[in-house]
């Protein structure tokens, strides 16, 4: 700041310094009362481990329960289904020429197929993964995720998670791109840059690429095998807790504390919910639907030349011996590649046991991430991306192994 011209400085001691400062206040502030609002009340309970953790759990449940009970029952068991098995199905099997070419196979699939799922062509099976069990999935997720974004509940999760996740080497910032990963993977990778260092980045992109189901993933997994959900997800809670806590064990650098502001409650503004869900939603269909009907076309390309039945007598000793699934996972692994809930509905196709299905699911869901994801952390960093796959496959090799060695000594494998 530049002298006035003509006026000399004066030299103040410090405690005239803080005598001018309480001089100028007393001009300027005006001290009222404070008075506790509801909303003040709520959020002191919610951020207090004694109040806030029973909260926590009673959110995400409902989160869940209204997840699956929307998505899963309203929208895909009650409309959905009727919808593409009763009509769409019929009538593409009876208007699509040549049930016997190429053709029909690759678009339609198997013209004696009685739903979708078991059709398995691009404009069936394909069709209806995308829009009539993934679309209603990730629809109600982006809602809720925005309302609780919106209504500034997501910085006191984080606030509370902050303890539980400084053990693993990372801080309550990272239940924000795990939430997200529970919608879609990709942008769960980006949102890894609110994170402090380049280890903790490092390491919740690589645990979101291996232990995070996407929403579609989890739309498929409550339509085709909803009894076996919530073990599939305790395994991959735990090998998120056991393998970050041995990466921060193993990768150098610092963990920082939090340092989060944390806003007042307060109604979210419908037009930006609005306009948040239709963004998130557009994105999702203009990267899913091709992905999905490309995933289809290029297995059943596989199946056809005899790709998966050569690499499942490959690895035939790898899945049964050391996973203890059948050799025909090899197939949906591949497709998993494309899209995971793609797999997974392959998976539904395959007669094993149930806890052969919790391992495959599993197997799945720790396996190289979908391409989506794959490019997002590529365009974080190669060096890094490389890194994250040694981790996967090294986690998928060991976890893969432990899961079916519990399942020995439980008598259930």
């Not at 299905?357 to 994801?373: E, K, N």
Request: charged share 15%; with cysteine; aromatic share 12%.
């Amino acid at each position: 700041m530049q002298r006035l011209r003509g006026v000399r400085p004066v030299k103040l001691t410090t405690n005239e310094r803080w005598d001018l400062v309480d001089a100028i206040a007393e001009r300027t502030v005006t001290v009222g009362t404070y008075r506790q609002t509801i909303g003040d009340i709520l959020g002191e309970l919610t951020v207090k481990p004694a109040t806030g953790i029973p909260v926590a759990v009673a959110v995400l449940y409902a989160f869940w329960s209204i997840f699956g009970s929307f998505a899963g029952t309203l929208v895909t068991d009650g409309f959905m289904v009727r919808l593409f098995d009763d009509h769409w199905l019929p009538w593409l099997q009876a208007a699509w020429p040549g049930p016997d070419s190429l053709l029909y196979y690759l678009a339609v699939g198997d013209p004696l197929a009685e739903t979708c799922f078991e059709a398995f062509g691009m404009l069936t099976s394909g069709l209806f993964v995308a829009i009539g069990v993934v679309l209603p999935a990730v629809l109600i997720f982006y809602l809720m995720m925005t309302l609780l974004e919106d209504s500034g509940y997501l910085p006191r999760l984080a606030v509370l998670m902050d303890t539980v996740l400084h053990r693993i080497g990372l801080h309550g910032y990272a239940i924000i791109p795990a939430i997200l990963g529970l919608g879609c993977n990709v942008p769960a990778v980006t949102a890894t840059r609110i994170l402090e260092t380049r280890k903790q980045r490092f390491m919740m992109m690589t645990l979101l690429a291996i232990f995070i189901p996407c929403g579609a993933q989890l739309g498929v997994m409550r339509d085709v095998i909803p009894d076996l959900v919530g073990p599939v997800m305790l395994y991959l809670i735990c090998g998120f807790g056991i393998f970050g806590f041995v990466l921060d064990r193993i990768i150098p650098g610092e963990n920082p504390e939090i340092l989060i502001d944390v806003p007042p409650y307060h109604w979210p503004a419908w037009e930006n919910v609005a306009r948040k869900l239709w963004t998130r939603t557009k994105g999702f269909l203009k990267e899913a639907v091709p992905f999905v009907l490309f995933g289809v076309l290029l297995v059943n390309l596989l199946y056809l030349a005899g790709v998966i039945g050569a690499l499942a007598d490959l690895f035939e000793p790898l899945f049964v011996t050391w996973f203890g699934v059948p050799k025909e996972t090899v197939g949906p692994l591949i497709a998993a590649f494309l899209r995971k809930d793609l797999a997974v509905a392959q998976l539904s196709t395959i007669a094993m046991t149930p806890y052969q299905m919790i391992t495959s699911v599993v197997l799945i869901s720790i396996y190289f991430p979908c391409v989506a994801t794959f490019v997002m952390m590529l365009r974080e960093g190669w060096k890094q991306m490389l890194a994250a796959v040694g981790v996967l496959f090294a986690v998928v090799f060991v976890y893969g192994g432990l899961i079916h060695a519990a399942g020995i000594l439980m008598g259930v494998a």
